[in-house]
Every structure is written in C-alpha cells, then in structure tokens.
C-alpha cells in the first residue's frame, strides 16, 4: 500500500466553484499533514498544515480525520490562480521530520 | 523568491559524464534534503542532512552522492548516470528538521540523462 494516495484528477471546476478531494495515509502512527501546492513546472510550497480540529485560510480549509486516517483540501469561490497540483504530505513517523508525499490532486479552474 | 537557489536549472548529460548539483539556502535554516521528482509520481526523499550530519540515505544508488560542507550549502555529486535517473531533483530545507517545520523547496534542477 502507498504510503499516502491521492485521486490525480483532473478536477474541472468553473470560476466561483467549490471543489474538494482527499488524501489517505497508511501510517497510523503520522502525526504532522500539511497540503502543499505545486504548480506547473515549478517547485512545491506550503499551502497550510493541517491541524486535527480542521483549519481554515481564507477559502481554503483542510480537515483531518484520523480514524479513517485521511485529509481532505476544499476551496471555495475558486479563481483561475487556483489551477495547480495539490500535494498531500504527511510525516513518516510521529516526531519525524521525513515527509512522504501524495503524488498530487490536479486542480484545473476554467472561466 | 531567492531562500532556496539551485543551480543549473536545467542539465543534459551523458551516462559517462559527471556533474554537481548546488543547492544553497539563506533561510538560516540547519536542515537541508534531496528530493527526486519524476513525471506522475509522487516526490521521492533522497538525502537528509540535519545540522551538517546526514541522517538519512534511502536507498540511493551510490551513482548519487551528497555533500554538505556547512548548513548553508548541499551538492548532489552524479556519476554514470542511466536514463531513467532523469528527473526534477529538488533541494529543500527547514529549521531544525522537526516534524512540524514547513519544508522551503528550491526551484529544482531539471536533469535529463542520455
């Protein structure tokens, strides 16, 4: 089993929509989650972590369910800037700063 | 954004050649990774070095071999590299290699091995 698992997409969403997907992670012993962003061509770079009572920023929110031991991203309004590749990242081990990371949910955003 | 610099951004080589990757980072951060990108899969973490130490190796063929002379500066050494090594290799770091700290990635060497 992969280590965290993403649906590729694509997601085609219209400007102003809401869209949402899913990670799932097989470590039950993970601790830290994040969503990092990654667009075309181009490094990756936080997006926000996630934290166990679910977080907000901005029109993006993140939720974290550990029994089933997934996170799910949902952003809301979409704008055409949202289009890239959303990575779920987790850590390997509780207290391990080795990172393994989802190959990526691809966002498209069209007007 | 300079925090994370890589050079080259792009590289072509011959399986017989031999090249460094540079990484420097100028976020006063202690902790420095390698990181492989191939198309459609997810990012694969290579090397690890954690104030100047490396902490881990994952299995990386010895063709790939890192340096990391202070916290500021890491090199990937290539040698007799196949095709199928070619790939985005990114260079990140982070504070102090906590499991909480956000990792700052470079823009990436885009290799291709021919």
């Known amino acids: 089993r992969k280590e965290v698992e993403q649906d590729p997409g694509p997601f085609n969403v219209p400007e102003g929509a809401t869209v949402a997907f899913n990670c799932t992670y097989s470590?039950?012993?993970?601790?830290?989650f994040f969503w990092y962003r990654q667009d075309c061509r181009k490094e990756p770079k936080l997006l926000m972590s996630v934290y166990s009572s679910g977080n907000e920023d901005g029109r993006f929110t993140a939720q974290l369910n550990r029994a089933s031991q997934y996170i799910s991203l949902l952003i809301r309004d979409s704008k055409l800037s949202d289009s890239a590749t959303y990575l779920c990242v987790v850590n390997k081990l509780s207290n391990d700063y080795k990172l393994s990371f989802g190959a990526g949910t691809t966002v498209t955003v069209r007007a | 954004e300079t925090g994370v610099t890589q050079t080259p951004r792009h590289l072509v080589m011959g399986m017989t050649n031999k090249k460094s990757l540079k990484c420097e980072q100028h976020?006063?951060?202690?902790?420095m990774y390698w990181y492989k990108q191939s198309a459609k899969k997810p990012l694969e973490l290579m090397f690890v070095y954690n104030f100047k130490e490396q902490t881990e190796n994952n299995s990386v063929p010895s063709r790939f071999s890192p340096e990391c002379p202070n916290s500021s500066h890491l090199f990937l050494h290539l040698h007799t590299l196949q095709p199928e090594d070619s790939a985005l290799y990114l260079c990140?770091?982070?504070?102090?290699?906590?499991?909480?700290?956000?990792?700052?990635f470079g823009p990436g060497t885009r290799l291709t091995v021919l």
């Open positions: 470590n039950s012993a993970s601790q830290s």
């Open positions: 976020l006063g951060h202690n902790a």
């Open positions: 990140a770091s982070s504070p102090a290699g906590g499991a909480t700290d956000t990792q700052y």
